[in-house]
C-alpha cells in the first residue's frame, strides 16, 4: 500500500484545482495498468493534456496530471504488481473535500463506512485519507492547504471539466443518500421514478445539482461512483472513443435537460462517461 499512500494527494498542489467547497469532489485519479497509453487516450477523447510530475514518493512512482486549459482536473497513476495482486483494477476514484480529514474519517466509520487508508499527511500539500462508503463505493476525503495561485473555477458545461457525478449504491440509494447527507449536507434536489430500475436521486447544494444516486444495476460489477466528462459534441466523441481502442457500453442516450450522455470503458478497463449539450 506504500505506493499507494502519497501520489494521490501530491494533485492538490501539482494541478491547478480552484479552491474546493466543503462537501463538493474537486479533484479525480484515474488508476491504470498503462499510464502512457491512458493519457494518450482520454487526451484524444477528452482534449486533456498530460504533465509529468515525476516521482511522488521515495518508491519511484510516477504521476500525470491532466489539464483542460489552465484547470487541472485530474491524476493518472499506474497500478504496480503489488496492488494489481491485492486487487486493485482500472479505475476512476474522486476526492471530496472536507474541513478537518480526522474527523471525516472517524464520522465515516462510526456512520458504517470503511477507512482503507488512514488519515495522514502529505508535506506541502494536505491531509487525506482513502474511505468507502456503507455500500463499499471508495472515496477519498481530503482537506488541501490552501493556495493562493488557482485560476478561478471553470463555467459550468466547460469541456474538459467533470459535469456529473453518479453512485451506483449496493445498499440501495435511500441508504446511501441518508450516508452521503449526514456526511457532506447533501440534499435531495428533486427525484425520477425508473420503473424497474428503482429511483433516481438527484442531489446538490442550495438546490444546485451534483450529482444523482440509484441502486447498483445488476450489471455494474461493483458499488462505485461514475464520473462523467464533459465534451463538445457527442457523437464526435463516441467516433473518438471508438477509433482510439476504447468500447461504448451504453447510449448514447438524451437525458433531462436535454444533455446527451454516454458511458464507455476506455482500453485498459477503466469505466468513464461522457456529456454534453450537443450530440
Not at 95 to 115: H, L, M, N, Q, S
Not at 143 to 152: S, V
Not at 184 to 190: A, I, K, L, P, Q
Request: hydrophobic fraction near 40%.
Amino acid at each position: 500500500m506504500s505506493d499507494l499512500t502519497s501520489a494521490p494527494a501530491a494533485t492538490a498542489t501539482l494541478s491547478d484545482t480552484p479552491a474546493p467547497g466543503t462537501g463538493r469532489f474537486f479533484w479525480y485519479e484515474l488508476m491504470t495498468t498503462d499510464q502512457d497509453a491512458a493519457a494518450r487516450f482520454y487526451g484524444e477523447v477528452v482534449g486533456w493534456t498530460a504533465a509529468d510530475q515525476g516521482s511522488a514518493d521515495p518508491s519511484g512512482q510516477r504521476y500525470l496530471v491532466l489539464s483542460a486549459g489552465k484547470h487541472g482536473v485530474a491524476g493518472l497513476l499506474q497500478l504496480n504488481r503489488t496492488m494489481i495482486e491485492g486487487g486493485a483494477r482500472p479505475g476512476w476514484i474522486g476526492y471530496i473535500y472536507v474541513p478537518d480529514t480526522d474527523e471525516a474519517a472517524k464520522r465515516i466509520r462510526e456512520a458504517g463506512g470503511a477507512v482503507h487508508m488512514p488519515p495522514q499527511d502529505i508535506p506541502g500539500i494536505g491531509r487525506f485519507a482513502m474511505v468507502a462508503d456503507p455500500g463499499g463505493a471508495p472515496f477519498y476525503v481530503m482537506k488541501p492547504l490552501p493556495r493562493d495561485d488557482a485560476p478561478p473555477p471553470a463555467a459550468p458545461n466547460t469541456p474538459g471539466h467533470v459535469s456529473w457525478h453518479e453512485l451506483y449504491a449496493a445498499d440501495g440509494e435511500e441508504a446511501a443518500f441518508k450516508f452521503y447527507s449526514g456526511q457532506f449536507g447533501w440534499e435531495t434536489v428533486s427525484e425520477m421514478d425508473m420503473g424497474p430500475m428503482g429511483k433516481y436521486r438527484i442531489f446538490g447544494f442550495d438546490g444546485v445539482q451534483m450529482g444523482g444516486m440509484m441502486d447498483k444495476p445488476e450489471q455494474v460489477p461493483v458499488p462505485s461512483w461514475a464520473f462523467y466528462f464533459e465534451v463538445d459534441g457527442l457523437e464526435a466523441a463516441i467516433a473518438r472513443i471508438q477509433a482510439q481502442g476504447g468500447k461504448v457500453t451504453m447510449g448514447p442516450h438524451q437525458v433531462p435537460g436535454d444533455s446527451w450522455i454516454v458511458q464507455a470503458v476506455d482500453p485498459q478497463g477503466a469505466s468513464f462517461a461522457l456529456v454534453s449539450e450537443r450530440r
